[in-house]
């Protein structure tokens, strides 16, 4: 017989708690899943540690998209590799008939962010090599918990139902889900539920805050010569770069507020001694809708050709990748919220609370403990206006199906995003307790979808009458546009043979913790 924890008999017997009403899937099916969720509270955690100890950043994903596919693979699902010309991208799919369910997830790591786990000093597990400083290393374990358990439930009831896991590749380059949609992966889907790393458990519906963007790469050329025998025969494709710099960062001022733009100089040249004769220059343009990004894009490109004309060079430019601005969907949006108030937060002990805290201390942030409340459906009403910031490539998801984000509470309060603080937490126990709460409230949306069409028809009319009004997905892509497949690939032939000395042994080690010696804080 199954364990089950105190709220799953209360599902499983429909036995009402004091929270919203549940959506239309049957408590007891409801029940099951949760009950499914928890038998896989191993692998959840396996996963989890796997995936944080390969650590490989966009378009690498190598090993990461080969473990997960093999898990899938074992469980009935059909795996097609090399999607959108991305060879670490892929589709996995199981069903037949009724509608069509999208599960996504990121599974990237950020450069330079090496962290070993569990520990509240910042120490490198491989110098300088990638690591999990965001937690993209949970979502997808989450998703495939979710979706085996459900699955498990549409099999035993004859349920009907398809489901396709696809992953988040170099979400953080905003490097691939554009060239999804491009190629039609989701053009027979009927609802999408993304997950997301966070510290609180929530989801949202409408315009959401930050900024859709493009990432575009501008290579100046010029002429090679003696930089310091014969410098008038030359032309310094690096004078190009930097003087689009100089003009970008004096035209800021002029620009609106919900702007975000930065940039890296990828190519400055080989050595003083020779007039650079070819430069670039990485940009991301950040804006909150379709035709403002197009603008600041535009801006960006006329300021390179005037660079190009002022320095004799010339310039050329290639899109490396796009995000939309994100608009959630309604009914999706209460209907997962219903479920996430079910399931309600991770019991987190003692030991849990006290590592946090150390986190915090050690790293100069501000005291605040693991979230124990679920917190409140967002809204245009209850989240105010946003003046710009981050973005993910969701957005584009969200423009061809009705889609929604969940987030999930498996890293610290107050720790940085994009930093080696955000990597602390993500192989330890607060990790794979707040997989577990996600991936319940999942599959029980996933029921609620499978059972209930008139959530999808409802979903389907927010995404088309609402939407859809007023924008239109309009992608700063070109035809000629293709995956950045080629960046990273370099620092990790460097560092893999010493990044793979670190990889999780689950046949060995109950939890990665235990194989690299940290003792977590006893409750």
Known sequence: MKKMTLAAALLLAGTTLPLPALADASPKLKGEAVAEVEERAKLAQEMVDSVFSFAE??????????????????????????????????????????????????????????????????????????????????GMPLVVVAALAAKDVMEKHGIKGRLMIWPGVAEELLATKAFYVRAGLFKDVDASIFTHVGRDFSTSWGELPGNGMVSVEYNFHGKTAHAAGQP??????????????????????????????????????????????EASVWYFFREHDFQTIRELYETGNEISEAAAKATGTTVTRRVLGYAAPQHANRPLAEAAWRNIAKVGMPKWSAGDQAFARSVQQANG????????????????????????????????????????????????????????????????????????????????????????????????????????????YDPVLAPEDQPAIHLNAEIMQRLRPEMEKNYYDPAKYPTYLEQIGIAYPED
């Open 232 to 277: 008038w025969s030359g032309r310094s494709a690096l004078d190009g770069v930097e003087l689009m710099d100089i003009a970008w960062n004096m035209r800021r001022e002029h620009l609106p507020i919900t702007q975000r733009s930065h940039y890296v100089i990828t190519n400055g040249g080989g050595q003083p001694n020779i007039v650079p004769g």
């Open 57 to 138: 950043p966009g378009f690498q994903e190598v090993r990461t998209s080969e473990y997960i596919t093999d898990i899938l693979a074992k469980n009935g699902f059909k795996i097609e590799k090399g999607v959108a010309g991305i060879p670490t991208a892929w589709t996995a799919t199981w069903g037949d008939g009724g509608p069509l369910i999208a599960l996504g997830s990121d599974i990237d790591a950020l450069l330079g962010l090496s962290q070993v786990p569990g520990v509240p000093e910042i120490k490198p597990q491989v110098q300088g090599a990638p690591g999990h400083g965001e937690g993209h290393n949970s």
């Open 365 to 472: 942030f501000k005291l605040e403990p693991l979230a124990t409340k679920v917190t409140p459906l967002s809204t245009p009403d209850n989240r105010g206006a946003s003046t710009g910031g981050g973005s993910d490539d969701i957005g584009d998801i969200m423009w061809a199906v009705p889609t929604i984000t969940i987030r999930y509470p498996s890293n610290i309060p107050n720790a940085i995003g994009h930093n080696v603080t955000s990597a602390m937490a993500m192989a330890t126990p607060i990790a794979h307790k707040g997989v577990l709460a996600g991936a319940k409230a999942l599959s029980m949306t996933i029921l609620d979808l499978v059972t209930t069409p008139k959530l999808i028809a409802d979903a389907k009319a927010y995404f088309t009458d609402v939407q859809l009004k007023d924008q239109k």
